[in-house]
């Protein structure tokens, strides 16, 4: 099946005669969704895609928007999952993916599934029949030229070895990660603060940037036992040769070298004091640090690692405070291209360092084909506008969107910037009010992010009514 056209409308009047096109490099989800956008808008696009003249070693076809890693979409729930929302929300958007991944979706109880053949031919016949369409097959391997004055980078995380260069020079300083040691994150209220403090080691700084999770010998030694046998992720055939960094080294090759090398490193005990047990201390301490604006996620200091996911949530539950703990983000270390988005960008996408530029998907930091897919089609309704001399304002952060465009251009951590899925962590946290139940008892598990959802449809509604539409 291919998507029907005669059913989609341009959400701005056309204006073609006196445009020039915008310039989308990357033909996956990002890239054609951008695409799809601006020329949805009446802008010409010129979208550049280097297979098949150039391939990678992931991708096994020439098609646009090719699924590589797996064939789902994750949680299709809007009114208890992030994911879930996020999708109705790029459906109330016409989302070209989505309603691609709509038409040749396969059985997954409550996920989008798709079959990967049928969903990337849907989209390219899709991008391949819009007249505002130009789908030129070759790498772009450089600087792109000064005559493109409105561009997109959606090249996702196997950026060819030229443009990625190219973008770290044009940063000015070394912004591009091609190697991705994610720790992993929680939730702040999954906590146990019947265990964990604030406190900064010797008191530093505020006295209190850190969330202190403590553990005593016996803890300890049961932790590093589960840890060196859990199983572990082995890297892909493509990612062979990248080396571990002695920076970023995965907690488990760190504990292999001896039981006390955690207790020496990340997970020392100096310069605290435990006001649960005064004049106490501890065998080992794990820190979180803060890793957004908010302050509702934090991150596990120096908690790299390759424990496969299942094994993470088996050892880490193992600490003291985090026995309940809440991930939304486990960590690994793999090969990967993205730049410090909140550092580099503007609330456009739109390189700081040269404004012609801006960045889409993937690289941008964020996690996830639906992610991607957002972003991309974000930077193309803000692209468009700019070509139209009109205004394009991000949805507001307690929707879907507005949260993940929020964490890309500047709610996240600069220092600590790493790809993260959209979760509710991104969220502005519910007021008192819309986190109490009509009996006044505090709202939990399902009912909870019910709440959230409840709050970003109505905002996402009423956004889109407005601000949605580019305006003058």
């Known amino acids: 099946m291919t998507l029907d056209l005669k059913n989609q409308h341009r959400y701005v009047p056309i204006m073609t005669n006196t445009l020039d096109p915008v ?29 098949p003249e150039q391939t990678t070693a992931a991708h096994q076809s020439e098609y646009l928007a090719e699924l590589v ?26 989302s070209l993916i989505l309603q691609v991944g709509d038409i040749h979706k396969v059985p997954a109880g409550s996920a989008l599934a798709v079959d990967r053949v049928g969903f990337a031919l849907g989209v390219q016949a899709a991008v391949e029949s819009e007249p505002l369409i130009t789908i030129v097959r070759e790498e772009v391997s450089g600087m792109p030229p000064e005559e493109w004055n409105s561009i997109i980078v959606a090249t996702g995380p196997l950026t060819s070895p030229g443009l990625s260069e190219a973008i770290s020079a044009m940063s000015g300083e070394n912004s591009l990660a091609f190697f991705d040691a994610i720790a992993p994150i929680l939730t702040k209220e999954s906590i146990n603060f019947d265990v964990a403090w604030f406190q900064s080691r010797y008191d530093k700084g505020k006295g209190s940037d850190y969330i202190n999770c403590p553990m005593d010998e016996d803890q300890f030694n049961r932790f590093i036992d589960a840890l060196l046998a859990g199983e572990k992720t082995e890297f892909k055939e493509w990612e062979k040769d990248t080396p571990y960094f002695e920076g970023c080294l995965p907690i488990e090759v760190m504990a292999e070298r001896g039981r006390e090398t955690l207790r020496f490193g990340p997970m020392k005990p100096v310069g605290l004091t435990n006001p649960h047990e005064p004049g106490k201390r501890k065998w080992a301490v794990l820190q979180l640090r803060q890793d957004n604006a908010l302050g509702t996620l934090y991150n596990m200091v120096g908690f790299q690692t390759k424990l496969k996911y299942g094994a993470q949530k088996e050892v880490f539950s193992l600490i003291p405070a985090l026995e309940q703990a809440e991930f939304v983000r486990l960590g690994g270390i793999h090969r990967n291209t993205f730049i410090n988005a909140p550092k580099l960008l503007d609330k456009t996408y739109r390189l700081n360092a040269s404004p012609r530029i801006r960045f889409a998907g ?54 600590t910037y790493q790809p993260m899925n959209v979760n509710f962590g991104l969220f502005p946290e519910l007021t008192d009010d819309e986190n109490k139940t009509d009996k006044g008892r505090k709202l939990k598990g399902r009912d909870r992010k019910r709440a959230y959802t409840l709050r970003a449809e109505r905002d996402f509604s009423a956004w889109l009514k407005g601000s949605g539409r580019a305006a003058a």
């Open 69 to 94: 890693c797996s064939n789902s979409f994750r949680s299709d729930d809007a009114e208890h999952n992030a994911v879930g929302l996020l999708h109705q929300e790029m459906r109330q958007m016409d």
């Open 362 to 415: 993937q690289i941008t930091g964020c996690e996830g084909y639906v992610e991607s897919a957002a972003v991309g089609l974000l930077a193309g309704r803000f692209s468009a506008a700019d070509r139209q001399g009109l205004r394009f304002d991000a949805p507001p952060t307690t929707t879907a969107l507005g949260a993940l465009h929020s964490h890309i251009t500047g709610g996240a951590n600069q220092e």
């Open 23 to 51: 310039h989308v490099i990357g033909g996956g989800l990002a890239g054609c969704e951008a695409a799809w956008q601006i020329a949805r808008a009446g802008v010409p696009v010129t979208l550049h895609e280097m297979r």
